[in-house]
């Protein structure tokens, strides 16, 4: 409930929110809150997102990575830490657009904002560093997005660049 009325929000503010990957460089630092996990699924809560529990965290993070599954096949996250933290730094984005998710490859962390966000990142760690600027991306990925209801529109609010075809 807490999410769809954030989400509400968002759509009559106007603003819209999009995931990235970091090829080179190292996760900013967070202060741990509280930590769980299930099966590869390894959730850290930042000190400044503890107003809902990490056991509700794991829960919608594993319904999106459920949702990303079914349409995109697995992705392993034995290696790797989703960190749920407050804000991730946006200032290079055109205004109205803020990361709800980023990949950081060389620390094998994923942050999200918001639990939606794990679809793209999965598919980030799917194809590799080399992703990071979506220059691979599949074409097909923001209309699945947008027909789950992931994102705004078929490119994530005109964030992924034109597609021109790429990974399957
Ligand atoms: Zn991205």
Redesign the pocket.
Known sequence: MRRLGFLLLCRLAGCAF????DGGTIAPPIQVAQECAEGDLHVQVDAGQTSVPCAHWLSTLKYYRDLYTSRWGPVGLSEWTVQVVAHIDSDSLPAGLMYT???YFTSRVIQVTAATAIA??L??VHLGSE??D?HN?SCEFGPWEYSVGLARTPDEGG??PPCEGGAP
């Open positions: 999009v995931g990235c990957g998710g980023m990949t793209h990142e598919f980030h992703s990071s979506h991306w964030y992924l």
